[in-house]
């Protein structure tokens, strides 16, 4: 992937500089002294340095969830990488004036763009699902051209600092059922603690005082299969509370006991309509 950025940029700044019939070369090997001994002409070299990844730019929660059609299953997309990739580009050639301008037509080539045009782009990055952003001559903590230039062993020369920012997904998509119940158990620490003296209580002694058993709550989830979903309203009869509903007629009810409840159905000007679902079980869907 890194080198269709080389290839990205190559194109970019052959186009922008422009550079016609071969005139100057466009590099991206490590500029040793014994490599810039051996130039001939006139040399654009684009040197990455440093990759690392954009931690201002990381995401730490899963995102775009995509039901089937069943609404049976879903698929889970971890987040992706930003990754940015460092360059340092000089120019070469025999007389100061023409390194000077080569370098200046190429920090205006760069200025014109703050993302790289999909026509400069491999058809291996054309499916980015972000930008591929570009910075150039910017301040940058990682890039100190004294120190680079000393571990290089070539004298120091006019550099641009350039910055390619493009998204990397190491992970495969997880598909998984679909979340429709979720169960909530409410105790009292004292009392839970003194059910687990019970049990391991030796056979023979006397038993512990019988204790209160668990309340459990339940979050459930379905979703109204209506012909129309415009001007409907839900809500649960036995508890008096409405329930929001979703564009696509999903919705969620949460804090319930076991036991059965009535969901009524309304819509303007039209007869309510009453479904009874039990609590828990394996289906909450209301169907016209």
Excluded at 17 to 46: G, K, M
Excluded at 115 to 126: D, G, I
Aim: proline share 7%; net charge negative.
């Amino acid at each position: 992937m890194f080198d269709d950025i080389d290839e990205a940029l190559r194109r970019l700044l052959m186009e922008e500089i422009p550079v016609r019939n071969n005139e100057i070369e466009i590099t991206f090997e490590q500029p040793r002294r014994e490599w810039s001994a051996r130039l001939n002409r006139p040399t654009l070299n684009i040197f990455l340095h440093d990759v690392r990844e954009n931690a201002q730019l990381r995401q730490s929660h899963i995102q775009r969830q995509q039901m089937d059609a069943a609404r049976r299953q879903t698929v889970l997309m971890r987040p992706e990488a930003r990754v940015d990739l460092h360059y340092m580009i000089t120019a070469w050639a025999s007389e100061p004036e023409d390194e000077h301008r080569l370098l200046a037509r190429t920090l205006l080539a760069f200025l014109r763009h703050r993302e790289m045009p999909q026509a400069f782009l491999p058809n291996s990055l054309h499916n980015q699902p972000r930008p591929v952003s570009l910075s150039v001559a910017q301040y940058d903590t990682t890039f100190n051209p004294p120190d680079l230039w000393g571990v290089i062993d070539n004298e120091l020369r006019p550099c641009l600092n350039c910055m390619v920012t493009l998204t990397m997904d190491p992970h495969a998509p997880i598909t998984v059922p679909l979340v429709r119940e979720r169960e909530l158990r409410v105790d009292d620490l004292a009392i839970s603690s003194l059910r687990e003296q019970k049990q391991t209580v030796a056979n023979g002694l006397t038993a512990a005082p019988d204790l209160p058993p668990s309340e459990k709550r339940w979050t459930v989830g379905g979703q109204l299969r209506l012909p129309s979903l415009e001007a409907v309203s839900l809500s649960v009869v036995e508890l008096e509370r409405d329930v929001a509903v979703a564009a696509d007629g999903t919705f969620v009810v949460g804090d319930l006991r076991e036991g059965a409840y009535t969901l009524e159905v309304r819509r303007d000007n039209e007869t309510p309509v009453r479904h009874v679902i039990a609590v828990p079980s394996g289906d909450y869907d209301i169907s016209a």
